[in-house]
């Protein structure tokens, strides 16, 4: 049973457009809410993190909102540039151990 | 900065071959994870670790066991490769001090012939 759905599992945008990748979790004991950046190669690295005390939470050009009633969290990538292609994961965790449940993915290609 | 690394980058082991993947982090973490990320199915669980010598099953563990005899190092163990077993493993760690963020090694890209 996937507990945190994520969507879409690809998405190409041109370079300015603001991407929006959507996860929403059956969870309601989880309370911390990364998304983690994956480039070819490369391990995910935390990109931004958020609790679900606030509804939005704004670093550079990545903003997560966040809808507690709903369950539902989506990343928005302001200004969108070529080097923001990567895969990205959306994940929930609620300190078990520091036990991380992920989203599938979603591959974003930014064009020039 | 936390660091993880990982033994191999790439590995290439025929069927039936017993298999080692090592894993080690440098910030004194008391978790430790192992994943198969698959195109289109994310990052599974396949094995965390919560203490030295303490291991728990993730979400797919068949196939698979593991060894955590130090804090710091957490190897993952194929007893006996099988072609379904080719894919990318990822070790990650996290702890005290990290909050919940998971710390992520380079990866480990297993063909099994």
């Known amino acids: 049973q996937q507990q945190v759905k994520q969507s879409p599992q690809s998405l190409i945008v041109q370079k300015g457009g603001i991407p929006i990748i959507n996860c929403a979790y059956e969870n309601t004991a989880f309370d911390y809410f990364p998304w983690y950046q994956q480039f070819p190669g490369k391990g995910p690295a935390l990109l931004i993190a958020?609790?679900?005390?606030?509804s939005e939470k704004k670093e550079g050009r990545f903003t997560i909102s966040f809808n507690k009633s709903a369950k539902q969290f989506s990343l928005h990538i302001m200004d969108s540039q070529p080097g923001d292609s990567a895969t990205y994961f959306c994940?929930?965790?609620?300190?078990?151990?520091?036990?991380?449940?992920f989203g599938d993915g979603t591959t974003l290609t930014v064009k020039p | 900065d936390v660091k993880v690394t990982q033994s191999s980058r790439y590995l290439v082991k025929r069927t039936g071959e017993k298999v080692f993947l090592e894993c080690v982090q440098d910030?004194?973490?008391?978790?430790m994870f192992w994943y198969r990320q698959d195109p289109g199915l994310g990052l599974r669980l396949i094995y965390f670790?919560?203490?030295?010598?303490?291991?728990e099953k993730g979400d797919i563990p068949e196939g698979y066991s593991v060894s955590r005899e130090k804090k710091e190092r957490f190897s993952l163990i194929l007893e006996s490769a099988s072609t379904n077993q080719t894919s990318m493993y990822l070790c990650?760690?996290?702890?005290?001090?990290?909050?919940?963020?998971?710390?992520f090694g380079p990866g480990t890209r297993l063909l099994v012939l």
């Open positions: 670790s919560y203490d030295v010598k303490m291991k």
């Open positions: 958020i609790r679900p005390d606030v």
């Open positions: 990650a760690s996290t702890g005290a001090g990290a909050g919940e963020t998971q710390y």
């Open positions: 994940a929930a965790s609620n300190g078990n151990a520091g036990k991380s449940t």
């Open positions: 910030m004194d973490h008391e978790n």
